[in-house]
């Protein structure tokens, strides 16, 4: 039985497995791919950036770069 593990789950898909999640996500990220080259707010910095970027990440791709800055610092 195959439980659990998502193949778009590196791409941020939340579903675990959830099929009505994971359709829902696919539905989204299609629209969000057929408005490609719409710009679109950051909800967080107000920048431009496309509606892929905000159905992956809830943001922008500056956004997303600083987030994971601040939850993954580099360490030397
Ligand atoms: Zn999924
Ligand atoms: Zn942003």
Redesign the pocket.
């Known amino acids: 039985m195959h439980v659990g593990r998502c193949a778009e789950a590196h791409l941020g898909c939340p579903c675990r497995g959830d099929e009505a999640i994971h359709e829902e996500r696919s539905r989204e990220l299609s629209e969000a791919r057929a408005t490609a080259d719409l710009s679109v707010e950051?909800?967080?910095?107000?920048?431009p950036?496309t509606p892929l970027s905000i159905v992956s990440w809830g943001?922008?791709?500056?956004?997303?770069t600083a987030h994971s800055r601040s939850t993954h610092p580099l360490r030397w």
């Open positions: 950051c909800p967080e910095c107000g920048s950036t943001n922008c791709r500056a956004c997303r």
